[in-house]
């Protein structure tokens, strides 16, 4: 089983679950609130580690106690935090405006600092597995030197190919469709559509209840990783990916870990539909 090398944010989320988002100028009353760990960086790492994966983050907190918060909640879940750099300042930190159906508005608070961070490429070994969680273009010459070393890098759009071997994104985050990398373009409740070698195959999500779609992305990400990680096919990590996505909108959290798949009903988060399959359980 490879490393993972997360490389994103990692952030302090409140959750606001609202009846309807406000027009302009108009007062909403939230019927309940709560702060949260979260990050898209943070939320994928987690999920991997909580799955038995070896995870190591990369990213910046603040000097502040939302980021001495955000460094327990990865060390607890198991992630190896020894390249999250402290950084003077604030942690990252977002407002969550949560819709009954679930569909969530994100404002940031916090100047973004990600792309200030050192990418510790020389401790990336040939085989692990790197994800972007976040792109910015200083990331390029890393990006290509942990490629060039044998690691499997990928990225959300845009990324940089032909260093990126996955795109993972929303169709929102999609400008254009690459020609020389696999884009696995997410759908929310219509599942996923995977775009390689000219062609394109669609997959359909699992039919759920929604209550919080925050992280269904990053638990997409997560759960296609651990499928490929596991030396799944392509189609075994998008299947996973959609799995771990639905157990995590049906609960109030950010992340996927063993507590939200358990509420979901979902006893192990890395099985799907073929529980006899090895490669939906934690070697």
Same mark, same amino acid.
């Given at each position: 089983?490879?490393?993972? @090398?997360?490389?994103?944010?990692?952030? &302090?989320?409140?959750?606001?679950?609202?009846?309807?988002?406000?027009?302009?100028?108009?007062?909403? $009353?939230?019927?309940?609130?709560?702060?949260?760990?979260?990050?898209? %960086?943070?939320?994928?790492?987690?999920?991997?580690? $909580?799955?038995?994966?070896?995870?190591?983050?990369?990213?910046?907190?603040?000097?502040?106690?939302?980021?001495?918060?955000?460094?327990?909640?990865?060390?607890?879940?198991?992630?190896?935090?020894?390249?999250?750099?402290?950084?003077? %300042?604030?942690?990252?930190?977002?407002?969550?405006?949560?819709?009954?159906?679930?569909?969530?508005?994100?404002?940031?608070?916090? *100047?973004?600092?990600?792309?200030?961070?050192?990418?510790?490429?020389?401790?990336?070994?040939?085989?692990?597995?790197?994800?972007?969680?976040? @792109?910015?273009?200083?990331?390029?010459?890393?990006? $290509?030197?942990?490629?060039?070393?044998?690691?499997?890098?990928?990225?959300?759009?845009?990324? *940089?190919?032909?260093?990126?071997?996955?795109?993972?994104?929303?169709?929102?985050?999609?400008? #254009?469709?690459?020609?020389?990398?696999?884009?696995?373009?997410?759908?929310? #409740?219509?599942?996923?559509?995977?775009?390689?070698?000219?062609?394109?195959?669609?997959?359909?999500?699992?039919?759920?209840?929604?209550?919080?779609?925050? %992280?269904?992305?990053?638990?997409?990400?997560?759960?296609?990783? &651990?499928?490929?990680?596991?030396?799944?096919?392509?189609?075994?990590?998008?299947?996973? %990916?959609?799995?771990?996505?639905?157990?995590?909108? $049906?609960?109030?959290?950010?992340?996927?870990?063993?507590?939200?798949?358990?509420?979901?009903?979902?006893?192990?988060?890395?099985?799907?539909?073929?529980?006899?399959?090895?490669?939906?359980?934690?070697?």
């Amino acid at each position: 089983m490879p490393d993972f @090398w997360i490389i994103g944010p990692i952030a &302090w989320d409140l959750a606001l679950y609202v009846d309807r988002i406000p027009a302009s100028g108009h007062f909403v $009353q939230a019927g309940e609130s709560v702060e949260r760990p979260g990050g898209t %960086g943070a939320n994928v790492a987690v999920a991997l580690s $909580q799955a038995g994966g070896r995870v190591n983050m990369v990213g910046y907190v603040g000097a502040d106690a939302a980021g001495r918060n955000m460094t327990k909640t990865l060390t607890a879940a198991g992630v190896d935090v020894e390249h999250v750099q402290v950084l003077p %300042g604030h942690t990252s930190s977002v407002v969550l405006l949560i819709e009954p159906n679930g569909e969530r508005t994100i404002i940031g608070i916090h *100047t973004d600092l990600l792309h200030t961070i050192t990418i510790p490429t020389d401790a990336v070994a040939p085989g692990d597995i790197v994800y972007f969680a976040a @792109w910015h273009d200083s990331f390029t010459t890393a990006a $290509q030197t942990m490629a060039a070393a044998g690691a499997l890098v990928t990225s959300v759009p845009p990324g *940089t190919t032909p260093a990126m071997r996955y795109l993972i994104g929303s169709r929102n985050d999609f400008s #254009a469709i690459p020609e020389d990398a696999t884009a696995i373009v997410t759908e929310g #409740a219509k599942g996923a559509t995977v775009y390689s070698s000219g062609k394109s195959d669609h997959y359909p999500s699992i039919p759920t209840d929604a209550v919080d779609t925050t %992280g269904a992305g990053d638990a997409f990400a997560a759960g296609f990783l &651990w499928g490929i990680g596991n030396k799944g096919t392509l189609t075994e990590g998008v299947n996973l %990916g959609l799995a771990w996505a639905a157990a995590t909108v $049906q609960t109030k959290s950010s992340m996927l870990n063993a507590t939200s798949a358990s509420k979901a009903g979902v006893s192990d988060p890395c099985h799907r539909e073929s529980p006899s399959n090895p490669l939906f359980h934690t070697p």
